[in-house]
Nanobody, 122 residues
């Protein structure tokens, strides 16, 4: 059974940093695209960052590019999201995704994590 478990969320102030982790169990995620999405109250789930299976290509939404960095560690079966210069608008539940093809598309997600709350106060 494949499981994705996120960790690292919390309550921070604007300008602070957080690092989210997502560990995959039940299968190796080598060569599989991974992504991060987020969903704020009353809004649809939106793409945040994605990384190809090889790790040599990354993708970001315009709202986080330059502040967030996605990376992966195959030895640990873990993908990370380093979030710097956090803003109140970044407040949301963040979800990790294991993608079948395009890590920027929620429709291509094969598995979702349970989500971790990130709250940024002003």
């Amino acid at each position: 059974q494949v499981q994705l478990v996120e960790s690292g969320g919390g309550l921070v102030q604007a300008g602070d940093s957080l690092r989210l982790s997502c560990t995959v169990s039940g299968r190796s995620f080598d060569y599989l695209p991974m992504g991060w999405f987020r969903q704020a109250p009353g809004k649809e789930r939106e793409f945040v960052a994605g990384i190809k299976g090889s790790g040599d290509s990354t993708y970001y939404s315009d709202s986080v590019r330059g502040r967030f960095t996605i990376s992966r560690d195959s030895a640990k079966n873990t993908v990370y999201l380093q979030m710097n210069s956090l803003e109140p608008e970044d407040t949301a539940v963040y979800y990790c995704s294991l993608s079948k093809r395009d890590p920027t598309l929620p429709a291509d997600t094969a598995y979702w994590g349970q989500g971790t709350q990130v709250t940024v106060s002003s």
